[in-house]
């Protein structure tokens, strides 16, 4: 069974930083890439970044750009997404999420399951 | 305002069929396929349809999908009141960078 364990969430003030792990079991981590996806409180689903199985090829949405990183450790089957210089705009449930293929592309960018999602509060 | 657009909301009674459109351009539904995701309340979203049509294992066959040109449909047929939840339209997009875009969401309400 595919689970997917995201922590890491919490209140920061703004302008501060804040890293989401995301523990995944059920599947071979390292043959799929994963994406985070976030949404915030009252509206609809934003992706926001992903990343090839191997951890070779990132992606971001432009509203991340430049101030998150994606990364991956696939000996430990956990994903990351360190947030830095945190808006207020930034504020919403972050769900981790697989996608069903080795390449973050439109063959392999479907997102096949989700994990319980964590809470990222940015407020002063 | 998202890429794709979705009604806000429908409605139906029990048993009945409900159909939430999904519209967009030739850069993604047109040239990708849409996949689509339901949010019940309080809880992740599911993948529900993908590659237009097809369902994952365990999704029953109440729940279809389609796509024309670049507008793609997602039908529920008898409704159950666990059918209300928000539902998401998704797909590829070719002409932005950020390449994967959701439609705004359609909260289904079963009366």
């Known amino acids: 069974e595919v689970q997917l364990l995201e922590s890491g969430g919490g209140l920061v003030q703004p302008g501060g930083s804040l890293r989401l792990s995301c523990a995944a079991s059920g599947f071979t981590f390292s043959s799929y890439a994963m994406s985070w996806v976030r949404q915030a409180p009252g509206k609809g689903l934003e992706w926001v970044s992903a990343?090839?199985?191997?951890?070779?090829?990132?992606y971001y949405a432009d509203s991340v750009k430049g101030r998150f990183t994606i990364s991956r450790d696939n000996s430990k089957n956990t994903l990351y997404l360190q947030m830095n210089s945190l808006r207020a705009e930034d504020t919403a449930v972050y769900y981790c999420?697989?996608?069903?293929?080795?390449?973050?592309?439109?063959?392999?960018?479907?997102?096949?399951?989700w994990g319980q999602g964590t809470l990222v509060t940015v407020s002063s | 305002q998202s890429v794709l657009t979705q009604p806000p909301s429908v409605s139906a009674a029990p048993g009945q069929k409900v159909t939430i459109s999904c519209s967009g351009s030739s850069s993604n539904i047109g040239n990708n396929y849409v996949s689509w995701y339901q949010q019940l309340p309080g809880t992740a979203p599911k993948l529900l349809i993908y590659?237009?049509?097809k369902r994952p294992s365990g999704i029953p066959d109440r729940f279809s999908g389609s796509k024309s040109g670049t507008s793609a449909t997602l039908g529920i047929t008898g409704l159950q009141t666990g059918d209300e939840a928000d539902y998401y339209c998704g797909t590829w997009d070719s002409s932005l960078s950020a390449n994967w875009v959701f439609g705004g969401g359609t909260k289904l309400t079963v009366l």
């Open positions: 590659d237009n049509n």
């Open positions: 999420a697989k996608n069903s293929g080795y390449y973050y592309d439109s063959s392999g960018g479907i997102f096949d399951y």
């Open positions: 990343i090839s199985g191997s951890g070779g090829s990132t």
